[in-house]
């Protein structure tokens, strides 16, 4: 996969500006448009065009549509990105989301609070001006981000390059050594067939594995670097049609939700989003299936980026996948106890897989279309209780040590131990890897590993559920 990904703007007209004043290389917005002559112009451009030509018809910023270009900022605020060639109309409350009528049809079929965009954009009020400086503030920092993901690709192919010289020159040492050693011709014979099936099993291996890893990683980031320039992409095309729709309420009410969704998407990528929350309800659903032969038991659920949930039944040993109306669509069996997952891409999970006896694994589910795939699966001899991922590497929680593994299941380090401690919880985020543990002996002594970490946090709060011998821990640095 390329190192860098191309995401090329969609046909978009560029800002309303005067016609006149671009051809003096000047910036300048248009406020009228003259049909008859087919130019844009702003207001000082307009008084002598006025004078020569009192018989053209111009249309002032109130007659927007008939604009050149503004039928394809329509086309565009107007399009269903989920469904092809649908135009949106509605809007559910429920999700904060706009829909077309397909939409309404297979994902907002059950929900109680869709109306017409129209009735909507009366109530709403959006202010176009707040939401294009929302856009041009967190652009460079998606760029940003984008040049560092780039540069982490390249420092991965210069380590790899250098790595793979070392083991290639610790191999070339083996065999001169191996070969000082032999005298004899028969020997030599010998030691030649023994050099092959070194070299042979080298390449199937080594090299194999470390080229695995590279891959792995390098996938990884160049997913995100996809991600982050398709971002910048539509926060553009929108921060454009913004300038374009005039007081079109109806097109403002929708730039503002997509604009809320890009914007929401990237605090997320940037490691910013809002961490303040309000319940505004909840329900409860049952993910039970006819072949459960337990009460179901869920020990961790993760979120995918359409809105559909994977979830552990720790009880019935599966893995279950629920669609947004929180319906079972698919699952599969696990080898031991699912204790807990996180995502490694937009459509893989990592699991951890544990009986507490024998059976310590990782199992990674690849999500296909509507239905689980059980992929690869690593196996340990520690327990594996925690997992979360972290820019290419596995960050995995027995009860009592923390371990870094790469995502071809090599121990990179082992980063924290308390034998007299159990592992409460993991958590990842950006350049941060954290491990809670609370010693069994006291009930009040609290571990914090702040792995990795450029500039350490300077206050971390966390609340620990549910807390051990009942009681309530809370841990501030």
Not at 21 to 34: F, G, T, V
Request: hydrophobic letters at 35%; a positive charge.
């Amino acid at each position: 996969m390329g190192a860098t990904a191309s995401a090329k703007r969609s046909p978009m007209v560029e800002v309303f500006c005067c016609t006149s004043c671009k051809e003096r290389n000047l910036q300048k917005s248009a406020d009228i448009y003259c049909e008859t002559c087919v130019r844009l112009f702003c207001k000082k451009c307009i008084i002598p065009h006025s004078q020569l030509f009192r018989n053209h018809l111009p249309c002032g910023r109130g007659e927007i549509k008939k604009w050149p270009g503004f039928k394809e900022v329509e086309d565009f605020l107007m399009k269903c990105e989920v469904h092809e060639g649908k135009t949106l109309t509605q809007c559910c409350h429920n999700h904060s989301q706009i829909c077309c009528p397909d939409c309404v049809v297979t994902i907002h079929r059950q929900c109680t609070g869709v109306t017409q965009i129209s009735e909507c954009s009366r109530e709403q009020l959006v202010d176009t001006n707040q939401l294009s400086l929302n856009i041009q503030s967190i652009l460079p920092q998606l760029k940003s981000l984008q040049n560092n993901q780039e540069i982490r690709i390249k420092s991965l192919q210069k380590s790899y390059r250098e790595h793979e010289q070392i083991v290639i020159e610790q191999m070339r040492q083996m065999i001169n050594s191996m070969l000082g050693k032999s005298e004899k011709e028969h020997e030599q014979e010998e030691l030649s067939l023994k050099i092959h099936l070194v070299v042979a099993d080298f390449e199937k291996s080594a090299l194999k594995e470390i080229t695995n890893e590279v891959t792995f990683v390098k996938d990884s980031i160049a997913r995100s670097i996809t991600k982050c320039t398709r971002l910048q992409n539509d926060l553009s095309q929108l921060h454009d049609s913004i300038q374009k729709i005039g007081d079109n309420k109806e097109l403002c009410f929708i730039a503002c939700m997509k604009c809320e969704q890009k914007l929401q998407q990237a605090l997320t990528d940037l490691g910013k989003a809002g961490n303040v929350f309000t319940v505004k309800g909840k329900s409860a659903h049952t993910v039970k299936i006819s072949n459960d032969s337990h009460l179901c038991t869920i020990t961790a659920c993760c979120a995918l980026q359409d809105g559909r949930v994977l979830v552990l039944d720790e009880s019935n040993k599966k893995v279950k996948l629920v669609d947004q109306q929180y319906q079972v669509v698919s699952q599969c069996d696990v080898t031991a106890y699912p204790l807990d997952m996180c995502l490694t891409t937009s459509n893989e999970v990592a699991v951890a897989v544990d009986n507490i006896i024998d059976t310590h694994e990782i199992q990674f589910i690849e999500v296909n279309q509507h239905q689980l795939q059980t992929g690869r699966k690593l196996q340990f001899q520690h327990k594996c209780i925690c997992v979360a991922h972290n820019q290419g590497d596995l960050f995995i929680c027995s009860y009592t040590a923390l371990y870094k593994y790469s995502l071809g299941g090599k121990l990179v380090s082992r980063l924290f131990v308390d034998p007299s401690g159990i592992c409460l919880g993991l958590h990842t985020r950006m350049r941060y890897s954290m491990m809670v543990t609370a010693a069994t002996s006291s009930s009040s002594v609290i571990g914090i590993l702040d792995y990795g970490s450029q500039s350490r946090p300077s206050k971390l709060l966390l609340r620990l559920y549910p807390p051990p011998q009942g009681l309530d821990l809370m841990c501030r640095t």
